[in-house]
């Protein structure tokens, strides 16, 4: 696991999920522009859930290229990372259930998304943020939901609209999840994931 956790804060492979993440976060925006072109003003900022959080951790990265930590977004980026990650992956698997098929863009979302996922817990052992930070990440995330299930800001997913009652149920789950897993990860004293950075 060490051994893991070495490769991960090497300089190359640094850069190179840097280059990953800011491509798919331009993708990302781009995927949402119809949606974003219908949305209130002061709506827009809570729409774009996915490349939002690859933003955050596109920070997080761009940030320790240099050897710095922004607790902030590092616990942004880790709640929404895996909230969003898992969210794309459960509704892209739901169309294929409620439709019996799925694109190739389908296909693509789900491989995507569970990299986003399971990226945001790899760097885990490198975030330094405090209960403070991720007390922020939770309303931000909780609050999102509101916007989303009760102002009707959800990801257009046609014909799982009608799902639109039990998917914010699941969601509202997610989100608790999520937070929780970040507090396990970072902010529990008893784990291990409390390692420096090594040197690039």
């Known amino acids: 696991m060490k051994m893991i956790q070495y490769i991960l804060a090497l300089?190359?492979?640094l850069f190179l999920v840097f280059v990953i993440?800011?491509?798919g976060t331009i993708y990302g925006y781009?995927?949402?522009n119809s949606q974003l072109s219908q949305t209130p003003a002061h709506f827009i900022p809570f729409v774009p859930d996915s490349p939002t959080a690859s933003l955050f951790f596109t920070i997080v990265i761009l940030a320790f290229l240099f050897r710095k930590n922004f607790p902030l977004i590092e616990a942004l980026a880790i709640v929404t990372l895996f909230k969003y990650g898992i969210w794309a992956v459960m509704m892209n698997l739901l169309?294929?259930?409620v439709n019996g098929g799925?694109?190739?863009?389908?296909y693509m979302l789900i491989v995507s998304?569970?990299?986003?996922a399971v990226q945001g817990l790899l760097y885990a052992p490198y975030y330094r943020f405090k209960i403070k930070h991720l007390i922020f990440a939770a309303i931000w995330t909780l609050h999102n939901d509101v916007i989303d299930y009760v102002f009707e800001m959800m990801p257009r997913y046609g014909s799982l609209m009608n799902y639109m009652n039990?998917?914010?149920y699941f969601t509202f789950w997610l989100s608790l999840i999520s937070i929780l897993i970040a507090y396990l990860l970072v902010n529990n004293k008893k784990t291990s994931y409390q390692l420096t950075l090594p040197r690039m």
């Open 11 to 13: 300089k190359p492979v």
């Open 166 to 168: 039990e998917i914010g």
């Open 113 to 116: 998304h569970f990299g986003m």
């Open 95 to 97: 169309v294929l259930i």
């Open 102 to 106: 799925l694109s190739w863009q389908g």
């Open 21 to 23: 993440n800011f491509f």
């Open 30 to 32: 781009f995927w949402y």
